[in-house]
């Protein structure tokens, strides 16, 4: 499976579009995280700990991109987009989201 930003794959040919494919994932607010977040605002620099976090939820939206486009059949997934998001839960809390979005292209 190939899985990539652009819309065309050097040398291949699409035979057929299979349709739009969308992946999300939802992350929880976690009170240490946050904490050490809101450090880090105060004193400056980076926040590895929500870094790794959407790197982790990068990758897990691209794994379900992956596995919703082998269901329709496709060989690859092209015009890929990854955004993020938040969703306020209450006044305490936020929910963290991660979704990818492409087009499942056969090839021949």
Known sequence: MILTTTDVIQGAIIQSYLGIVTAEV???SNFLRDFFAGLRDIIGGRT???ERLFEEGQHKALAELEQR???L???A???IEIDTGTINVDQ???LLLITATGTAVKMR
């Open 26 to 28: 939802v992350y929880g």
């Open 48 to 50: 590895g700990s929500y």
């Open 69 to 71: 486009a082998l269901r």
């Open 73 to 75: 059949g496709a060989d």
């Open 77 to 79: 997934v092209i015009g």
């Open 92 to 94: 305490s809390g936020v």
